[in-house]
Each structure stands twice: as structure tokens, then as C-alpha cells.
């Protein structure tokens, strides 16, 4: 059984950094994508940092690029993302997705789901 777990959301201000780690029990793959995805109230769930964890090869959203990094410790089954920068747009529940299907250059089909943890940001 596949489990994720995510941790380190919070409240920050406007400018400043969080962490958010995402724990993996139970993936049978070595090589699979895994990503984080955020969804703001009203709005639909959207892919903001992919990584395929066979080449480490990672993508991200515009809206995220260049001040968000995905990154991974296969030592610790451990999924994060750093987030510096931050606005109050990136206001938003925050996912880990594992699972994924690697097409060569982006992931898709994720089959694996963390709880969610939020994340606030405030001008």
C-alpha cells in the first residue's frame, strides 16, 4: 500500500520561504515521476513541479519557475519542495503525487496522493 505523506506547510509573509517534505512508503518503482501540485479555493488542482526520479530530471510551472525547487533523497523516501520568494498567490493546499508515467519530457497519470497540507501566504 502506497502512502504519502506531506509536511511543513504554514502561514508566512510575503517574500519569505517554506519547505514542504512529502514522505513515500510502498512505491515498488525506482523510476517513476512524482510532483507537487496546488489548489487554491475555487480553482482546479494544477501540476507546479515535476520530477522524474530515474534521470532527476525535473520541469516546472511558469507561475513557479525560478523560485520553487523540487528535489529528492532516496535515502529518505523523501519527496520536497522549496519554496523562496513566495506571494500571496501561492496561497493554496499543496499535494505530493506519485506514481506518475514518464513520456520523455513531461510526467503524467499519477496514481498516488498525499492529504494535503496548506500553505498561506499573506501580503
Known amino acids: 500500500q502506497v502512502q504519502l505523506v506531506e509536511s511543513g506547510g504554514g502561514s508566512v509573509q510575503a517574500g519569505g520561504s517554506l519547505r514542504l517534505s512529502c514522505v513515500a512508503s510502498g512505491l515498488t518503482s525506482s523510476s517513476n515521476c512524482m510532483a507537487w501540485y496546488r489548489q487554491a479555493p475555487g480553482e482546479v488542482r494544477t501540476g507546479i513541479a515535476h520530477?522524474?526520479?530515474?534521470?532527476?530530471?525535473?520541469y516546472y510551472a511558469d507561475s513557479v519557475k525560478g523560485r520553487f525547487a523540487i528535489s529528492q533523497d532516496n535515502a529518505k523516501n523523501t519527496l520536497y519542495l522549496q519554496m523562496n520568494e513566495m506571494k500571496p498567490e501561492d496561497t493554496a493546499v499543496y499535494y505530493c503525487?506519485?506514481?506518475?508515467?514518464?513520456?520523455?519530457?513531461?510526467?503524467?497519470?499519477?496514481?498516488?496522493w498525499g492529504q494535503g497540507t496548506q500553505v498561506t501566504v499573506s501580503s
Open positions: 503525487a506519485a506514481g506518475g508515467v514518464w513520456y520523455g519530457s513531461y510526467c503524467e497519470e499519477y496514481d498516488y
Open positions: 520530477i522524474y526520479t530515474g534521470s532527476g530530471t525535473t
